[in-house]
């Protein structure tokens, strides 16, 4: 685990709003944008995304459909299918002897030897990631070779029969095909393809979506395990932030492009900071611990091809004050005292010096979204 | 194993019924053909000769329909598919043999040009499409959309009559005895050139369309980003898993086409003045030379089937969806 990094106390508020990132990062991701269209007006997909994913860690990226957390992984693997257009910033990976490298920066070759090397990633649709007309084997096999240029077909099926069983399949499943498993073998199938080359980072766009609830969890589950023993770090991306709190270290909400709130995983479903997260977290029922109200968010996410300046969440958010259309928040640290130096929320509640500056004064900043660890070990108590 | 016995029982059925269909018809058909023999020679045969010419064409016995079928698998079997009346008296199977070998030779390669230069160039269009590479489809599909007899005759105009680097019509150097030489195989691929040229000018945009339409389809499926996203080099990506995908709907209507090569080509070999099996229909059924439409019919016939065999097996090998495993 990553340990936070010391908090320069120098505290004016141009200090203070600078965030404090893993001290271990195996890949950055800064100020990242993605438009999509070719023309004149395009539709910025993501705006100024940045993230930071810590060596081990498991990182989950949730959000509303269409929030860009998808997109995001794309762009981070320059994988964006046409008219995605990466228009700027920087994804750098660390690799093992602490070299870094910038992925948007490499020419096709690096790429490539890139690829499923350093970075593996496994898509959502389960069902439509594995060729239909190859065996399983030869596919996972294909991948080790493109890297390992020495290994011969043999042994790179010996790796895949060992890869196969990692993730629980009988290793004479090499020669079958993708129709002859089922979605939740596929799923594995994928899973174990992403671990051949031992990766450092395994991106997961929604595996577990098309699966049903029983082999979501098994899937979690084997994912949490492998992490454990193959150490490499995970970026999760769902929807559904429940399952996020079970097996992320740390959890990053997206709103409309951006990302609203980065914090540990408990912090956000304990003390969430920004309106949006407090929301998404009432309006599903948790796994565990007290019973609590459901509601859910009224509205809708905004057209990004729509978005303005000010707060994209501000006419869904029970919160907003006048400040909030005018005045993009964001990323800084919480104004809740003795909070986590390395959680973020772009929230102008929490950036108070920034509403100042436009000459009003802030108003008091609502309970919910302000409750410090004492207040809600004392809320759970009561329920 | 299991599928290629249920596919092969399909098809003994499937010749049957054509097989049948193809005796029947010529027989509900009106006119006598051997009125029709006489008339043609305009009295070089005698009308007393009427009776034995019936003996000789086999309809002097009055045997019921189903007597006559049952001859007419019998003699099947044996090759026997009768004596043309038009080339009286070579029995048919062997003016085909003799046709057919020219039209399978010439159309068999623009066809096999045709599908592979097509396919080439709609995997590369498909795959890097929104390129300069695109505005070959226009042009390729305006040759397509040309009415071919027309085509071939701007083709004959300009290549053979204004330029003479063709010749305008046949299928080899009349001068030369037909033979296994050097010169003589130069002669005919010469003579071949040009028509090959307008069947594959004229084909090619389908198979171009087809195959970039199922790139593009095939390059967004998920199986070729994590493809991509693996790190295969460019060629393998695109070969192995998009072109790969993307030819499967190819091979079904490649091997179709092989079936219609035999029968397809009339406009070709009668502006050419070819001499293969399409010219040869045509005289037949200007000449009401039932012996010989008949033997014809059923060369199609068995081509049109062999060719689904073909890509019956070849869509069991290239894809395993469709293969059933016991």
Redesign the interface.
């Given at each position: 685990m990553t340990t936070p990094t010391q908090f320069d106390a120098a505290s004016d508020a141009a200090e203070r709003s600078r965030l404090v990132s893993a001290s271990d990062p195996v890949l950055e991701i800064k100020n990242l944008s993605v438009d999509y269209g070719y023309d004149d007006d395009p539709v910025h997909v993501l705006r100024q995304v940045s993230l930071t994913l810590g060596r081990g860690e498991v990182l989950g990226l949730a959000g509303e459909s269409g929030c860009g957390k998808s997109t995001l992984a794309y762009a981070a693997t320059r994988l964006l299918p046409p008219p995605g257009l990466i228009t700027g910033g920087e994804v750098l990976f660390t690799d093992r002897d602490g070299t870094k490298t910038d992925i948007l920066k490499l020419d096709d070759r690096a790429l490539r030897a890139s690829r499923w090397q350093d970075m593996a990633i496994v898509f959502q649709g389960a069902m439509n990631s594995l060729n239909p007309v190859f065996r399983i084997g030869r596919q996972i096999a294909d991948g080790i070779q493109a890297h390992r240029p020495g290994i011969s077909r043999k042994e790179a099926l010996e790796r895949s029969a060992e890869l196969l069983e990692l993730v629980g399949i009988a290793p004479d499943r090499l020669r079958s095909y993708p129709h002859q498993l089922s979605g939740g073998m596929r799923q594995r199938v994928m899973i174990a393809m992403a671990l051949a080359l031992d990766p450092q980072v395994l991106i997961m766009d929604e595996p577990t979506t098309a699966l049903d609830v029983v082999m979501q969890r098994q899937i979690v589950e084997q994912i949490a395990e492998l992490r454990t023993r193959l150490g490499f770090s995970v970026i999760f991306i769902t929807h559904d932030v429940s399952l996020l709190i079970e097996i992320a270290d740390r959890i990053a909400i997206m709103y409309a492009g951006e990302i609203i709130e980065d914090a540990a995983a408990l912090d956000v479903y304990q003390r969430p900071r920004h309106p949006y997260s407090s929301a998404l977290l009432h309006s599903f029922p948790p796994l565990r611990g007290p019973r609590r109200e459901l509601t859910g968010i009224p509205g809708s996410p905004p057209d990004l091809a729509k978005l303005g300046g000010g707060c994209p969440f501000r006419d869904r958010c029970a919160f907003a004050f006048d400040a909030c259309s005018t005045v993009t928040p964001e990323l800084v640290r919480p104004v809740v005292a003795g909070d986590d130096p390395r959680r973020a929320v772009a929230c102008l509640h929490h950036d108070p010096a920034v509403v100042r500056a436009m000459g009003q004064e802030p108003p008091a900043i609502p309970v919910e979204i302000s409750r410090s660890a004492h207040d809600a070990e004392r809320n759970a108590a009561v329920v | 194993m299991r599928f290629f016995l249920r596919r092969g029982l399909f098809y003994v059925i499937t010749f049957w019924a054509a097989v049948t269909i193809n005796f029947f018809i010529p027989r509900v058909m009106p006119g006598d053909p051997v009125r029709a023999l006489i008339a043609r020679n305009q009295g070089r045969i005698p009308s007393e000769a009427e009776a034995s010419l019936r003996i000789l064409f086999g309809l002097d016995k009055d045997a019921t329909l189903w007597q006559q079928y049952l001859d007419y698998w019998a003699l099947l079997f044996r090759g026997d598919l009768g004596i043309s009346f038009t080339y009286f008296p070579t029995p048919v199977s062997d003016v085909i043999a003799q046709a057919l070998p020219w039209t399978i030779g010439l159309v068999g390669i623009a066809t096999i040009l045709s599908f592979t230069i097509g396919t080439l160039l709609g995997t590369g269009i498909g795959w890097r499409r929104?390129t300069w590479a695109d505005s070959l489809l226009p042009i390729s599909t305006f040759f397509s959309a040309v009415p071919y007899f027309w085509l071939a005759l701007i083709a004959i105009s300009i290549f053979s009559v204004t330029l003479g680097w063709f010749p305008a019509s046949g299928s080899y150097d009349r001068s030369l005895i037909p033979m296994w030489s050097w010169e003589f195989v130069g002669s005919v691929i010469y003579y071949g050139t040009l028509p090959a040229l307008t069947v594959v000018i004229s084909s090619i945009s389908g198979w171009i369309l087809g195959m970039r339409n199922m790139m593009v389809t095939v390059s967004?499926?998920?199986?070729v980003?994590?493809?991509?996203?693996?790190?295969?080099?460019?060629r393998?990506v695109m070969l192995?898993?998009a072109a790969?995908?993307a030819i499967?709907p190819q091979v079904s209507s490649f091997a179709l086409s092989l079936g219609f090569i035999v029968g397809g080509t009339l406009v070709m070999e009668i502006v050419f003045s070819y001499q293969g099996i399409g010219y040869l229909l045509f005289t037949a059924v200007a000449a009401k030379d039932y012996p010989l439409m008949q033997g014809i019919f059923l060369v199609i016939t068995v081509a049109v089937l062999i060719a689904n065999i073909v890509a019956d097996i070849a869509y069991g090998i290239?894809?395993?969806?469709t293969r059933q495993e016991g």
């Open positions: - | 929104g967004s499926e998920d199986y980003t994590v493809a991509q996203a693996k790190g295969l080099s460019e393998r192995g898993y790969r995908n499967l290239l894809d395993p969806r």
